[in-house]
Structure formats: structure tokens, C-alpha cells
């Protein structure tokens, strides 16, 4: 599967912006979705993951309450809301599909990745 991710920018602290992720390739709702970060001079850190029906959502504790992830089976589209953006959240985010949800919150547990976008938040 590809996936494009888009929807990054410059905003200021305590604004909002919403990332989406365009998946093709193969069936979308087969794959667990997740989105991760990675700042620089930094390791890539799980954000959030939504399972396949997106019945089920998990958030890392540094954005739980301010970030929402979801998905669109219909469009082949994973979301990731923003809100509440604070300048520790500047990075390049990623979104990325497995088959499993097996070690859903690290990058290994994932097959497949996007180009990412940049997010900058100003202070």
C-alpha cells in the first residue's frame, strides 16, 4: 500500500491542524493505521493508531485529550486532529499501515510509511 501524507504547516501555539494520509495500493480497511512524529535530533515517537473498523483509537500520554485520530474506509483516509498544538509537537509526522496490531505503538510494528510532513508550531 502507499500512503501520502499531507496537511502539515506553520501555525502558531495553541492553534489547530488537521493532518490526513491517502492511502492506494491495496484494501485500505485490511490495515491498522498509525501515525508517528519525529523531531529533530530525535527517534520517531507513535503518536496514535486506529484500528481496522476504527472502532478502537490509542493515543500516546503526550497527546491524549489533544489529539484525535480517524478514518475514512470510503476515501482510503486516515486522520490526525490536531488541537491545543503546543511547540514540543514541531516535527515530521508520519502515518504508517500493518497488516497486525502487533506492537501497534512502535515502528516495527509497521509495514508501510508515508513521505511525512512537517509541522511547526510557533511559541
Known amino acids: 500500500v502507499q500512503l501520502q501524507a499531507s496537511g502539515g504547516g506553520l501555525v502558531q501555539a495553541g492553534d489547530s491542524l488537521r493532518l490526513s494520509c491517502a492511502a492506494s495500493?491495496?484494501?485500505?480497511?485490511?490495515?491498522?493505521m498509525g501515525w508517528f512524529r519525529q523531531a529533530p535530533g530525535k527517534e520517531r515517537e507513535f503518536i496514535a493508531a486506529?484500528?481496522?473498523?476504527?472502532?478502537?483509537?490509542f493515543y500516546a500520554d503526550s497527546v491524549k485529550g489533544r489529539f484525535t485520530i480517524s478514518r475514512d474506509n470510503a476515501k482510503n483516509t486516515v486522520y490526525l486532529q490536531m488541537n491545543s498544538l503546543r511547540s514540543e509537537d514541531t516535527a515530521v509526522y508520519y502515518c504508517?499501515?500493518?497488516?497486525?496490531?502487533?506492537?501497534?505503538?512502535?515502528?516495527?510494528?509497521?509495514?508501510?510509511w508515508g513521505q511525512g510532513t512537517q509541522v511547526t508550531v510557533s511559541s
Open positions: 504508517a499501515a500493518s497488516g497486525s496490531s502487533w506492537r501497534y505503538d512502535t515502528f516495527k510494528g509497521y509495514d508501510y
Open positions: 495500493g491495496r484494501t485500505f480497511s485490511n490495515y491498522f
Open positions: 486506529i484500528t481496522w473498523s476504527g472502532d478502537s483509537t
